[in-house]
């Protein structure tokens, strides 16, 4: 199955924590693509984080970063949720739009 990987710029995630007063949209974008027979995003995690456990891309991993952080959002195919990636921990929503409600709104510690 081909699973989705957007992208929110990094500072939408950190902006209430850095103080930003940023009037920007917050926009993802879809930056690649995981091939895997299911829905994990952990494995997904770990494929995009591939940098720290090889030297050799995977080969079902079509992204051309080396790591992902804070921004990124898998599309599970299975049942069309998103799945943010957050500073401590995931989030999970119907929508990128419902996504970027959350993240306009996210505050560390609440």
Request: with cysteine.
């Amino acid at each position: 199955m081909k699973i989705k990987i957007f992208q929110f710029p990094m500072w939408a995630v950190y902006k209430n924590i850095l103080k930003l007063d940023l009037k920007e949209d917050i926009t993802p974008v879809e930056v690649g693509y995981i091939m895997l027979d299911s829905f994990d995003r952990d494995e997904c995690w770990h494929l995009g984080n591939w940098g720290a456990w090889t030297e050799e891309k995977p080969e079902n991993l079509h992204y051309d970063g080396r790591s992902f952080s804070s921004d990124v959002v898998f599309l599970n195919p299975i049942n069309n949720r998103y799945h943010c990636a957050m500073p401590f921990g995931w989030h999970e929503s119907n929508s990128l739009e419902e996504i970027v409600e959350y993240i306009e709104n996210y505050s560390f510690g609440k």
